[in-house]
T-cell receptor, first 112, second 115 residues
Framework: RKEVEQDPGPFNVPEGATVAFNCTYS??????FFWYRQDCRKEPKLLMS???SGNEDGRFTAQLNRASQYISLLIRDSKLSDSATYLC?????????????FGAGTRLFVKA | DTGVSQDPRHKITKRGQNVTFRCDPI?????LYWYRQTLGQGPEFLTY????????KSRLLSDRFSAERPKGSFSTLEIQRTEQGDSAMYLC?????????????FGPGTRLTVT
């Protein structure tokens, strides 16, 4: 079993749609969580951190469920420019035994 | 531009040659990370530094790979006796140790092709 697993893609949605991505992680000791966006042949860019209380940034909402070891990202009112790969990221450990695990990513295509 | 920079952006080398990549992190960031990414996969963690100390190395990092951050600023990643399987994008990221957030910011990557 992979340490971080994401929904298989791709997701093809029309402009204006709401789309949700899910991610599960296996290590219950994981401490911090993020969503990154990656455009084709570019570096990952931080989209948002994920907190247990949930957080929202404009059209984007991220949620963390520690009991179920589950992270989600909701995009409302999709734009063409949202087309990208969305990566779920989990940090585990402290200074001496720290590692960052990326999911394989979910590809999103938003069409006019 | 005060973001993470990497050099070179592209490298083509023949199998068996040694290559070295450089990463300059965001200036106030004390943590620096190296990743490898192949097509269709997320970045795979290779190693990270806190200041000049290398604190974690992935099992992916074979004996042919070595990374340094001698003065706690820029870092280099060297691959000795390159193999075709080393062809990938090598990404560097940096973060500020603030609480336990560790938001990482990535450089543009070095794309390595081993022929």
């Amino acid at each position: 079993r992979k340490e971080v697993e994401q929904d298989p893609g791709p997701f093809n949605v029309p402009e204006g749609a709401t789309v949700a991505f899910n991610c599960t992680y296996s290590n219950s000791a994981s401490q911090s969580f993020f969503w990154y966006r990656q455009d084709c042949r570019k570096e990952p860019k931080l989209l948002m951190s994920v907190y247990s209380s949930g957080n929202e940034d404009g059209r984007f909402t991220a949620q963390l469920n520690r009991a179920s070891q589950y992270i989600s990202l909701l995009i409302r009112d999709s734009k063409l420019s949202d087309s990208a790969t969305y990566l779920c990221v989990v940090n585990t450990g402290s200074t001496g035994g720290f590692k960052t695990i990326f999911g394989a990513g979910t590809r999103l295509f938003v069409k006019a | 531009d005060t973001g993470v920079s990497q050099d070179p952006r592209h490298k083509i080398t023949k199998r068996g040659q040694n290559v070295t990549f450089r990463c300059d992190p965001i200036s106030e960031h004390n943590r620096l990370y190296w990743y490898r990414q192949t097509l269709g996969q997320g970045p795979e963690f290779l190693t990270y530094f806190q200041n000049e100390a290398q604190l974690e190395k992935s099992r992916l990092l074979s004996d042919r790979f070595s990374a340094e951050r001698p003065k706690g600023s820029f870092s280099t990643l060297e691959i000795q006796r390159t193999e075709q399987g080393d062809s990938a994008m090598y990404l560097c990221a940096s973060s500020l140790e603030e609480g336990q957030s560790y938001e990482q910011y990535f450089g543009p990557g070095t794309r390595l092709t081993v022929t």
